[in-house]
């Protein structure tokens, strides 16, 4: 997930990120890196095209909730962004299985009268360690490219 906060020019080493949950009174992330070890795995911040942006991987229910993020300049707050991420539950397909080296079909439908797509991730999972499948190699050649 991604959220834009600021166009600017300034370069990103020049400014100071804070993201706050609403609810509480420490900062989740603080840009440059002074966020706690356990945050920095999951929010990032990177500047692409003149854009600050705000990057959340690994998303988990707990993370349903209000968030203020705030763009400094030396002392100078150059933007403030307000916004509410929801979080819905995902549904879990069954397990697909495959032999290996063979093709697989992954069953996805969608219910003809619903009036939008929803967004569907395959993983492949190995013990509880979930992967993207477009990122999945094979366990004994890891540089070889997985077939679709």
């Known amino acids: 997930m991604s959220i834009s906060c600021l ?3 300034h370069p990103l080493q020049s400014l100071t990120v804070k993201l706050r949950r ?8 603080m840009y440059p890196d002074i966020s706690p070890e356990r945050e ?9 095209a003149g854009n600050v942006t705000l990057d959340l991987k690994n998303i988990r229910l707990s993370d349903d909730g209000l968030y ?8 100078d707050c150059l933007h403030a962004t307000r916004f ?4 819905i539950k ?4 069954d397990s697909v299985h495959q032999t290996p080296g063979s093709s697989v079909l992954l069953p996805c439908s ?8 929803e967004q569907v991730t395959w993983k492949v999972i190995i013990g509880h ?7 999945y190699r094979l366990p004994n050649n890891p540089s070889a490219p997985r077939n679709s």
């Open 7 to 9: 166009t600017t020019t």
């Open 22 to 29: 609403n609810n509480q009174d420490k900062d989740i992330l």
């Open 40 to 48: 920095q795995e999951r929010w990032s911040v990177r500047k692409d």
């Open 68 to 75: 203020d993020c705030q763009v400094y300049k030396d002392q």
């Open 84 to 87: 509410n991420l929801t979080i």
């Open 90 to 93: 995902c549904k879990t397909l």
């Open 110 to 117: 969608e219910h003809p009268l619903q009036n939008r797509t």
């Open 129 to 135: 360690q979930p992967t993207d499948i477009s990122q």
